[in-house]
């Protein structure tokens, strides 16, 4: 059974750093893409950054040049990470991960990250 469990969300300073860690476990194979999206109170899901199995990476506009998605994978486990440097305010929201493997795409519970000022 895949599972899907992020982490490193609460609290941070305007200006300050936070980074992200999601886990996926459960799967045979690798994921195709991964990505972390996050939904702001009283707004949609929008994306936030997606990284391809080669590498390929993409970012909202909002987040260029401040975010920085990665990944480390074990045998048993792929971790991706957001890392986010300089945060506002407006990042304040609840961020979830994803992972496609094979025709599924797994969504993890999310994470909470509050940005104060």
């Known amino acids: 059974q895949v599972r899907v469990a992020e982490s490193g969300g609460g609290l941070a300073q305007a200006g300050g750093p936070l980074r992200l860690s999601c886990a996926i476990t459960?799967?045979?194979?690798?994921?195709?893409?991964r990505g972390w999206y996050r939904q702001a109170p009283g707004k949609q899901q929008t994306m936030v950054a997606l990284?391809?199995?080669?590498?390929?990476?993409?970012?909202a506009e909002s987040v260029k040049g401040r975010f920085t998605i990665s990944r480390a994978d074990t045998a048993y486990k792929n971790t991706t990470y957001l890392h986010m440097w300089n945060l506002k305010p407006e990042d304040t929201a609840v961020y979830y991960c994803n992972g496609a493997i094979g025709p599924t795409l797994y969504w993890g519970q999310g994470t909470q990250v509050t940005v104060s000022s």
């Open positions: 990284l391809a199995r080669g590498g390929t990476t993409r970012y």
């Open positions: 459960g799967n045979t194979e690798t994921p195709t893409t």
